[in-house]
T-cell receptor, first 111, second 118 residues
Framework: AQTVTQSQPEMSVQEAETVTLSCTYD???????LFWYKQPPSRQMILVIR??????QNATENRFSVNFQKAAKSFSLKISDSQLGDAAMYFC????????FGAGTRLTVKP | GAVVSQHPSRVICKSGTSVKIECRSL??????MFWYRQFPKKSLMLMAT?????????EQGVEKDKFLINHASLTLSTLTVTSAHPEDSSFYIC??????????????FGPGTRLTVL
């Protein structure tokens, strides 16, 4: 079974600052994929960033980057230069054949 | 590309009636679609995996006779909530996996359906 743990129910960041959201996971699979999704008030799931487990290099997408520590089964998300539009629920997920989500972190961005 | 639609976006029904929710992949083919349920301020919980041309696979604790899933084509899966009761009220989200896009094992999500059972 695959499980995902997000230990921060809520996080807050000042506009233009940097924030890191934590995620740990557990799996017995050697081949899997990790994702961060954003869910704004519209509730549409939006892919933020993804990482293949076999790649050592951390994925980056503009202001979003991850710190993937495979041995520690950790997959944190760093948001740089935070913007008001970044405010949302963020879900970490692991996918082998099906996708399992963490409980989510609600991010607030203060102007 | 990779757009998934859901219909309806909102539905209100009386207790005891059945409600059908459609999930369509608009610009790609999906042999596998997934149905999730999300309670307010909670995470997405996988209900079932829908495979084109075969029976759905349900997660433990999900009543297959209550939540009927049909995946009749490569672009359409339906979830029917039978004899709905107020406790079935929730936000239902579907996702689809592109048959050709095995990279990343990515799923594309629909916008969700809010079901309210009175």
């Amino acid at each position: 079974a695959q499980t995902v743990t997000q230990s921060q129910p809520e996080m807050s960041v000042q506009e233009a600052e940097t924030v890191t959201l934590s995620c740990t996971y557990d799996t017995s699979e050697s081949d899997y994929y990790l994702f961060w999704y954003k869910q704004p008030p519209s509730r549409q799931m939006i892919l933020v960033i993804r990482q293949e487990a076999y790649k050592q290099q951390n994925a980056t997408e503009n202001r979003f980057s991850v710190n993937f520590q495979k041995a520690a089964k950790s997959f944190s998300l760093k948001i740089s230069d935070s913007q008001l539009g970044d405010a949302a629920m963020y879900f970490c997920a692991i996918n082998n054949n099906d996708m399992r989500f963490g409980a989510g972190t609600r991010l607030t961005v203060k102007p | 590309g990779a757009v998934v639609s859901q219909h309806p976006s909102r539905v209100i029904c009386k207790s005891g009636t059945s409600v059908k929710i459609e999930c369509r992949s608009l610009d790609f083919q999906a042999t596998t679609m997934f149905w999730y349920r999300q309670f307010p301020k909670k995470s997405l919980m996988l209900m079932a995996t829908s495979n084109e041309g075969s029976k759905a696979t349900y997660e433990q604790g999900v009543e297959k006779d209550k939540f009927l899933i049909n995946h009749a084509s490569l672009t359409l899966s339906t979830l029917t909530v039978t004899s709905a009761h107020p406790e079935d009220s929730s936000f239902y989200i579907c996702s689809a996996r592109d048959v050709s896009g095995v990279s990343y094992n990515e799923q594309f999500f629909g916008p969700g359906t809010r079901l309210t059972v009175l």
